[in-house]
């Protein structure tokens, strides 16, 4: 059902690759609540991914951009503020990736070259595509700015590896410009903490599956869907939400407030009889590995 939360606005949208995508369902949503906006990538994800089918389904304009660069976010916020004839409402960042995490390559091993790129690309991006907006002057007063975050920026996730350090500054960033650009022009900056999805990114991490059922089981409301945080992004671009800024706001089913579910201790009891049943008795390196 649609309200027309969005209607007469227009944004930017980075990093919709396929129907996967969080970015993804957030551009579907925003059209159907009246926005218009402008869909980014870098140029290989566009060749790869369906973005057009997208851009056609909404009619937005696609601009490649790598958001790691400042003359390709100079280009794009010119040609999204020519394209629109003024400014902007919101930008959702919809950016991670991390080498060591697609190599493998534990965190107490890891390649540092992989590392910054990591950082350049999942955190320091949303720097560089707030400062290049504020040098523009690209958004409207009570415009909004939001990034995807997820849990591992504050507690120890297994395998979730330097992505966690990426995770940590980009809310970091949120905050320390949330105040300058709020103070300046009135601009909100937030990150949702989202439950594990399964986009092609979060496909690409070792144990996913497990993680999944394991959230699922803990979280009283169940996990969050891409099609839900998309719901809770648009909220953020609205005007229902002109004074919230500077949070990382958890759309996790409440997970990030639990400690142990019933289904979770069932699971982890049924665990520990079987193994009794079997015979086995765990040696410490086997429950280290655990």
């Known amino acids: ?15 919709a690759l396929n129907e996967m995508s969080i970015a993804w369902k957030t551009a579907e949503r925003a059209y159907e609540e009246g926005a218009e906006f402008v869909l980014t990538n870098t140029p290989m994800a566009l060749r790869m991914g369906d973005t057009h089918i997208l851009a056609e389904k909404c009619n937005s304009l696609v601009v490649p951009a790598d958001a790691t660069s400042i003359p390709d976010l100079e280009n794009l916020f010119t040609k999204t503020l020519e394209h629109f004839g003024g400014k902007i409402d919101f930008i959702l960042h919809s950016i991670g990736m991390s080498p060591n995490v697609r190599k493998k390559i534990p965190y107490d091993g890891i390649n540092y070259e992989y590392y910054l790129k990591t950082m350049d690309i999942s955190a320091l991006s949303f720097h560089k595509v707030i400062q290049t907006a504020s040098k523009f002057d690209a958004l409207n007063e009570w415009g909004s700015i939001v990034a995807l975050s997820y849990i591992a920026a504050q507690r120890t996730l297994f395998e979730y590896n330097d992505m966690a350090d990426a995770k940590a500054a980009l809310e970091s960033i ?19 903490s989202q439950s594990p999805t399964m986009t092609t990114a979060g496909s690409g991490v070792k144990g996913i599956s497990g993680l999944m059922d394991f959230t699922e089981r803990m979280a009283p409301l169940g996990n969050a869907t891409a099609e839900e945080c998309a719901d809770y992004c648009i909220t953020l671009f609205s005007d229902l939400t002109k004074k919230v800024t500077m949070q990382n706001l958890y759309n996790d089913g409440g997970f990030s407030s639990m400690g142990m579910s019933y289904r979770a201790m069932q699971m982890y009891n049924r665990s520990l009889d079987c193994k009794e049943c079997n015979g086995k008795q765990m040696d410490e390196e086997e429950e280290n590995n655990l």
């Open 1 to 15: 059902m649609a309200y027309n939360l969005l209607k007469g606005k227009k944004g930017i949208i980075f990093g």
């Open 174 to 192: 949120a905050r320390s410009f949330g105040y300058i650009y709020g103070r300046r022009s009135h601009i909100r900056i937030n990150t949702i």
